[in-house]
């Protein structure tokens, strides 16, 4: 569900005093036996707050709090094995801003919980904004149960695409929110992909070491709590794992390898800036963990490699006159024996080293831009 001008949601008006009306969300988890009957119950608080959802905001919002259908189409998806989400281009300004894709966030996660999927160990975030992690969080999001987790500690894979969160200046809630949603999966994932999309960010798997989040950070609402100090993140069973696009210390690389050193087998950081230190430094564990220095025997260096073509606007002949030059530096090469080569047919030669029409031939039906 991308976000867009039908997922925006303004503020509830009081037709009576012209100002704001306050909504406090409470999912309805309240699956009704038929469509037809009237609910006993208000869907959102009260009947008036109620009937005032009805008059301002579009069937949109209704379809995406309406937390029973959710349920009831989950529980015909037992055999799901990975869920995909994504929900792209939310503009800046609306980050702090809840849309009717947050809604939907919601009744998705409240409905995964409560929904008997045995199979499920694949998640992926695709495209989403740095708020989903808030509804999607079993520990601290709407309409949550204390057995919640329970259904999230069943993902194996799990895979994040997010927009990029600035790190230079408060409020850091974005990224509390991101170190307190990956504390979900610590004991149970075995690989990890995340990426950041736009300008390079914090490296969201040493978040609790990073000066920012450790000073206290004027404006927050409870300045008092989130001054407390972020849990480290342990990951008992990570083997593969992959960042990209981050900036990060080398000594953070080197602390996060040091202390997965037991399990990790594979892990990459891709378009990675190192704020302080050397990749020698971030890299240092391997020579320890190994007893020598012959891992990097074995580093790979990829470069690219230009292929010199011919420029379209050669004509035949020149084609020709080349191919002629080639073969002639060919011929001196090998220096054949006059014999040899009178007895070699013409169709040999033409096989061994082609012809100028052979090759002509053969450069346009390539997928250069010959002529």
């Known amino acids: 569900m991308p976000h867009s001008p039908e997922t925006f949601l303004p503020p509830l008006v009081d037709p009576l005093t012209g100002e704001e009306a306050m909504f406090i969300y409470q999912p309805n988890v309240q699956v009704t036996q038929g469509s037809s009957s009237r609910p006993s119950s208000p869907t959102y608080g009260s009947w008036e707050m109620t009937d005032l959802l ?3 905001y579009s069937p949109l919002f209704h379809a995406a709090a309406n937390v029973p259908s959710f349920i009831r189409a989950f529980s015909t998806l037992t055999n799901l094995r990975h869920l995909k989400i994504s929900c792209p281009n939310q503009e800046l300004g609306q980050r702090y801003r809840r849309g009717v894709v947050d809604y939907a966030l919601i009744s998705l996660r409240i409905a995964v919980e409560r929904s008997n999927l045995p199979l499920l160990d694949t998640l992926s975030l695709n495209s989403i904004h740095p708020g989903a992690l808030l509804y999607l969080n079993p520990l601290m ?3 949550s149960r204390p057995n919640s987790i329970k259904k999230w500690r069943q993902i194996r894979k799990l895979a994040i695409h997010m927009d990029s969160v600035p790190y230079t200046s408060p409020p850091f809630d974005h990224l509390r929110l991101m170190h307190s949603y990956l504390q979900i999966f610590a004991a149970s994932i075995t690989k990890f992909v995340f ?4 300008p390079k960010s914090l490296c969201p798997l040493s978040l609790d070491k990073e000066i920012c989040l ?3 950070s004027p404006g927050l ?4 709590r989130c001054h407390l100090a972020l849990r480290p993140l342990k990951f008992e069973k990570l083997r593969d794992m992959e960042v990209e696009n981050i900036i990060v210390d080398a000594s953070l690389i080197s602390s996060f390898i040091t202390a997965h050193r037991h399990t990790l087998r594979d892990f990459k950081y891709e378009d990675t800036q190192l704020r302080s230190g050397t990749w020698d430094q971030a890299l240092a564990p391997l020579t320890r963990i190994s007893g020598s220095e ?10 690219d490699v230009p292929l010199v073509l011919s420029p379209v606007e050669f004509e035949d002949v020149q084609v020709k006159k080349m191919m002629a030059n080639s073969l002639t530096c060919k011929t001196r090469i090998m220096r054949p024996s006059i014999g040899a080569w009178q007895r070699a047919g013409a169709r040999s030669r033409e096989l061994f080293w082609g012809t100028p029409e052979h090759m002509k031939k053969f450069l346009r039906t390539s997928i250069f831009s010959w002529r």
């Open 54 to 56: 009805v008059k301002q």
């Open 195 to 198: 990426r950041w999309h736009g």
């Open 214 to 216: 450790q000073e206290r």
């Open 294 to 303: 012959k891992w990097k025997e074995k580093t790979e260096e990829v470069m």
């Open 141 to 143: 999001g709407f309409g």
């Open 221 to 224: 609402a409870c300045p008092q």
